[in-house]
């Protein structure tokens, strides 16, 4: 079992930078990707970017070229620098650790509110 805990959201000005931190403890296997996603209000949650293990990345078309997805195996932890940020950018994100192998898990994060005014 897996437990994930979210930091570093808040409120920011359209244009503004944020950095979203997500630090995993309890057995974790490996192959895994870590994300982000994330729910505005009244919408369905959404992939943002994840990194598998190996470094891999993968972006929504909406956030490529403004976020940056990073890792550090050493420590379990999964950042989400978010640059140039939208209003449209603004809801609840959600880390998320799942299973890249034959060990099938898929723990969640609490979430964390990204508020983004214009």
């Known amino acids: 079992q897996a437990q994930l805990v979210e930091s570093g959201g808040g409120l920011v000005q359209s244009g503004g930078s944020l950095r979203l931190s997500c630090a995993a403890s309890?057995?974790?296997?490996?192959?895994?990707?870590m994300g982000w996603y994330r729910q505005a209000p009244g919408k369905q949650r959404d992939l943002v970017a994840v990194i598998g293990s190996g470094g891999a990345t993968e972006y929504a078309d909406s956030v490529k070229d403004r976020f940056t997805i990073s890792r550090d195996n050493a420590k379990n932890t999964v950042d989400l620098q978010m640059d140039t940020v939208k209003p449209e950018d603004t809801g609840v994100y959600y880390c998320?650790?799942?299973?890249?192998?034959?060990?099938?898990?898929?723990?969640w994060g609490q979430g964390t509110q990204v508020t983004v005014s214009s």
């Open positions: 309890g057995i974790i296997f490996r192959p895994n990707a």
């Open positions: 998320n650790l799942k299973s890249t192998g034959a060990l099938k898990f898929d723990y």
